[in-house]
């Protein structure tokens, strides 16, 4: 295993500037999620890292050694790309095989690496298919045996799991996660699915036009958002964001409740909803509305359980609220979070206790 090191990584294409200054670090053993919309430059990063592509400025470290100038077979990174990329005429011994034979592996020590390798990922019996033969799953297994068996220092996942239903991805992402704990190694997954990166990261790096916006646990990202892509780009539905004179205000919909939900004592901001539609979906309903009083109309939802009581006709005027502080605030200008200040924080409207 070793960490991996991006410093000042630029690229640039055609004078467009794809990669913007690009500074993280992926600590020995981690998880780091590269999470962004797509065109962000994610998969930029991904081969740059690999060897597949060269940073116009920057430098790609790998356990503390510059490997930047290096060819893609002198890096010892493994990548599993989206489309698998496995050979079909061959079986999934011999795709997982292949790597060793490239390397110029004895013909024991290849069997005895292959067979592990297919065990860790739970494809032993699999071995004499062609991947027309098999699963989405089980390709998206095989392909990653194929990146176990060269003993890399990291692995790079892009968008591993896209090719996959919505059922099989929640599986394959268990799969992954125990897998990576057992292998202990330093992975780098890159994805636009924030269900994967909420899920599965010890910390997210969030892209947008190249430039990393936010880096921190998903409970860091979805609870203090740095500004307001990451804010609305993080979290299904995204954070509600209503401008007032001073500051935007956001809040996650679980935090927008009917007031009489609030039982203990404490500082409330009463924000009214006009109610325009209901949609339940099973274990929670989201309630979708605009504000009145004292903002301007500005779209918002509220996530309630179905296990909670509470009716509310179309068209007509909720009493909703937030906690105060549930609240982020964001500077209308630079769109950045503003500072937190715990309970001394300034609010930018009137406060009632519940």
Partial sequence: MASLELRGIHKYFQQQHSINGVSLKVEDGELLILLGPSGCGKSTLMRIISGLDTPTEGEVLIDG???TRLRPKDRNVAMVFQNYALYPHLTLYENIAFPLRVRGTRGTDVDGKVRWAAKMVGIEHLLDRKPRQTSGGERQRTALARSLVRDPDVFLLDEPLSNLDAKMRHTAREELREFQHRVKGTWLYVTHDQTEAMGMGDRVAVLNQGQVRQIGT????????ADMFVATFVGMPPMNLVETPADVIGFRPEHYLPRAFFRDEGELVDIPMRLRRVEYLGGERLFYGETEGNY??????????ATVPYSQEVGELAAFAVRAGDLSLFD??????????????????????A
Avoid at 218 to 225: D, F, G, V
Avoid at 296 to 305: E, F, K
């Fill in 65 to 67: 050694q510059a490997v």
């Fill in 218 to 225: 998903p409970q860091e990202i979805y609870l203090h958002p």
């Fill in 296 to 305: 301007p109309a500005t779209r918002v939802i509220a996530r309630i359980p």
């Fill in 332 to 353: 209308p200008q630079t769109q950045l979070a503003r500072p937190r200040t715990g309970d001394a924080r300034v609010l930018p409207l009137r406060q009632r206790s």
